[in-house]
């Protein structure tokens, strides 16, 4: 392949997944994406990453193979009680005045997980908001988790995690809301208990889509460790977004190095990583 072809063929790929994703996929990640699409470049037999945008743009594989890229490129990056701070912010200032607002009537907390990959922060949220109705707080909640792969959606479906995956939640959580998996295909691996499985749904979203099918008046969105693969562009985008489906007083929580992101005359800063819809 001659050198102005495959230029034209690495500009025409990144400019077809920030279109479609908002990842931007400059020069130096060249390894990475290499190494993450290996299992797609074997599968069509392609020779090398070249060879493989050639079968994609030439040879009429990109309609089959795009969801199967996406899926590869994006992060998939969770862990339970990430950034815990988020957490606590949640239940001891937002839930307490969430309560004191709607008095004397129990509030239904709408929480979102932007971003929610195999559904460690749903499922943390979950946690959390039933310890908080353990401790008395009278309230009820639904959380939804959006995420681009269908295949992290389809394990967060699951709700099964293994020993190391579930590390970060304490030992007396892990015992009240996890049940170890007995059979030995489960081996090492503890499922989410029913009772939090239920509060949690699942749904397919691109971040990069012009509109959202999400209600419109959400108490609190987690759209962290997201928008730093996006550039400034597309990052106010989805801001402006998402902005749209807090209610007045909602929360949009960003990761601790996307603070500088959030630049929306609706929003004002609470505390780091966390910010107030007017």
Same mark, same amino acid.
């Given at each position: 392949m001659n050198q102005v072809l495959r230029q034209a063929h690495d500009q025409r790929f990144s400019e077809l997944i920030r279109n479609r994703t908002? +990842?931007?996929?400059? &020069?130096?990640? /060249? $390894?990475? +994406?290499?190494?993450? =699409?290996?299992? /797609? +470049?074997? @599968? &069509?037999?392609? #020779?090398? %990453?070249?060879?493989?945008?050639?079968?994609? %743009? *030439?040879h009429g594989l990109l309609e089959d193979e795009l969801p199967l890229v996406i899926d590869l490129l994006t992060t998939n990056k969770t862990d339970f009680f990430r950034e815990a701070t988020h957490f606590d912010v949640l239940v001891q200032e937002i839930v307490p005045e969430a309560v004191r607002r709607a008095a004397p009537h129990p509030p239904r907390l709408k929480i979102w997980s932007a971003a929610s990959s195999e559904g460690a922060e749903a499922y943390t949220t979950a946690i959390v908001l039933a310890e908080a109705q353990r401790a008395g707080q009278r309230f009820s909640y639904a959380i939804l988790g959006t *995420? +681009? #792969? $269908? /295949?992290?959606? *389809?394990?967060?479906?699951? @709700?099964?995690?293994? @020993?190391?995956? =579930?590390?970060?939640?304490?030992?007396e959580l892990r015992?009240?809301?996890?049940? &170890?998996?007995?059979?030995?295909?489960?081996?090492?691996?503890? /499922?989410? &208990?029913?009772?939090?499985? *239920?509060?949690? $749904? %699942?749904?397919?979203?691109? =971040?990069?889509?012009?509109?959202?099918p999400v209600d419109r008046d959400v108490d609190v969105i987690f759209l962290r460790n997201v928008l730093i693969y996006f550039g400034p562009e597309d990052q106010s985008a989805v801001i402006a977004r998402m902005v749209s489906h807090l209610r007045p007083n909602g929360y949009l929580i960003v990761g601790h190095s996307e603070s500088m992101v959030v630049n929306h005359p609706q929003m004002k800063q609470h505390s780091p990583s966390i910010f107030r819809k007017t």
């Open positions: 908002g +990842i931007q996929l400059p &020069v130096h990640r /060249r $390894q990475m +994406i290499e190494s993450r =699409l290996r299992p /797609r +470049i074997a @599968a &069509v037999g392609a #020779s090398g %990453f070249e060879g493989y945008l050639a079968q994609l %743009f *030439d *995420d +681009i #792969s $269908q /295949r992290m959606l *389809d394990r967060a479906r699951r @709700a099964i995690y293994s @020993a190391e995956q =579930l590390s970060p939640v304490p030992a015992a009240r809301y996890t049940m &170890v998996g007995r059979a030995p295909a489960h081996a090492g691996t503890a /499922r989410l &208990v029913p009772e939090l499985r *239920d509060r949690v $749904q %699942f749904m397919h979203l691109n =971040l990069m889509d012009r509109t959202y």
